[in-house]
T-cell receptor, first 110, second 113 residues
Framework: GQNIDQPTEMTATEGAIVQINCTYQTSGFNGLFWYQQHAGEAPTFLSYNVLDGLEEKGRFSSFLSRSKGYSYLLLKELQMKDSASYLCAVRENTGNQFYFGTGTSLTVIP | ETGVTQTPRHLVMGMTNKKSLKCEQHLGHNAMYWYKQSAKKPLELMFVYNFKEQTENNSVPSRFSPECPNSSHLFLHLHTLQPEDSALYLC????????????FGQGTRLTVV
């Protein structure tokens, strides 16, 4: 099974840094994914972790600790366009399934 | 543009109607998925197809019936739906290998009246 938890809402200031946490429980872990979803649009892929540690991609970084069932997404130099929902997803190795958390709605304010 | 196309984008149907949602990808992906997205709820995995074979049915009511005639097309047939089935239905595909992400279509906004 999967229990994926994220904060429901966050607010941060333009130019600042924000960290969105995700905890999970799964029976067959095969990777953790972060997606961004703007209102009315499809989720788009941001980052992927399968080994412990930090993956950096420009202004976005994602961290994974498999022993703790914990990940975070770090967004730096926030821009207004970063206002969106950020979805944490766990992939299971039993059948290619992706399971999602509720998403964190991030609002960036001037 | 992710390469996954869903039609229609919007659908309003009565509870006695029968309709179908269509998803198409020409990315060469081997896995295809249907998700339901309702307000304030996680994306709910409904069905998974790997190499055209259904490998997951996540306790979905029988009024939703998937069909995968080939690796590029996925349908969701709908009949006698309920108002609580109103949601955004998202299709996704993935290559299926290690570390490969899922690519989502734009979704079909379904309203059951």
């Amino acid at each position: 099974g999967q229990n994926i938890d994220q904060p429901t809402e966050m607010t941060a200031t333009e130019g600042a840094i924000v960290q969105i946490n995700c905890t999970y429980q799964t029976s067959g872990f095969n990777g953790l994914f972060w997606y961004q979803q703007h209102a009315g649009e499809a989720p788009t892929f941001l980052s992927y972790n399968v080994l412990d540690g930090l993956e950096e991609k420009g202004r976005f970084s994602s961290f994974l600790s498999r022993s703790k069932g914990y990940s975070y997404l770090l967004l730096k130099e926030l821009q207004m366009k970063d206002s969106a929902s950020y979805l944490c997803a766990v992939r299971e190795n039993t059948g290619n399934q992706f399971y999602f958390g509720t998403g964190t709605s991030l609002t960036v304010i001037p | 543009e992710t390469g996954v196309t869903q039609t229609p984008r919007h659908l309003v149907m009565g509870m006695t109607n029968k309709k179908s949602l269509k998803c198409e990808q020409h990315l060469g992906h081997n896995a295809m998925y249907w998700y339901k997205q309702s307000a304030k709820k996680p994306l709910e995995l409904m069905f998974v197809y790997n190499f055209k074979e259904q490998t997951e049915n996540n306790s979905v009511p029988s009024r939703f019936s998937p069909e995968c005639p080939n690796s590029s097309h996925l349908f969701l047939h709908l009949h006698t739906l309920q108002p609580e089935d109103s949601a955004l239905y998202l299709c996704a595909s993935s290559p299926g290998g290690q570390g490969t992400e899922a690519f989502f279509g734009q979704g079909t906004r379904l309203t059951v009246v």
